[in-house]
């Protein structure tokens, strides 16, 4: 395991308050079997904007989405230019399931979830991501899809904080067991 640690900010609007975390990442992806990169992974800008990073899984950068109306991650495997599911290899595809699983769980045990959804949707946003949201009976939403429905409220920035450190401890954790 390769240990780093980082200093990030969230992009910031006039509506979401910045948040400075430390991203302590457990997990380096080793791809000794594939062909070196020749490009640079890059998070999508609207990607950037709306999530604040929690943590990074064995593949991919693990993301909250500032809209504390649901406890929401979103996943992006940390490679260039992916598009869909099926640009993955079939090593990648089975760690992102993993990871999705692991994300599923921690969700679930933690805001004591009715039942999380895990989409891949990518029509608004063309960098292949995968949502994990946290899904409650009594959600505004229930029990259709959370997408045009309300407003994102975002989180204030003692809620985001405790949130980020909340899940970073839990993933750090899940993620040890990939």
Known sequence: MTYSTARLERATSQSVP???IELISTFQYNA????PMTETFQLHPQL?????????????????????????????PKRANLVDYDDLSADERKILGDECAAVSSALKRRFK???????????????????????????????GPIWGVGTAEPYDEDAGRERLAILRADLISAFKHL
């Open 32 to 35: 000794t079997d594939e062909a």
């Open 113 to 143: 979830a009715h039942k999380t959804n895990v989409a891949m949707l990518g029509n608004m946003v063309p960098q292949l991501h995968c949502h994990v949201v946290a899904r409650f009976t009594d959600d505004a939403a229930w029990p």
């Open 48 to 76: 950037a904007a709306d999530t604040t990073i929690v943590t990074d899984g064995p593949l991919s950068h693990v993301l909250l989405m500032n809209d504390a109306r649901y406890p929401w991650l979103i996943l992006v």
């Open 18 to 20: 910045a948040i400075t």
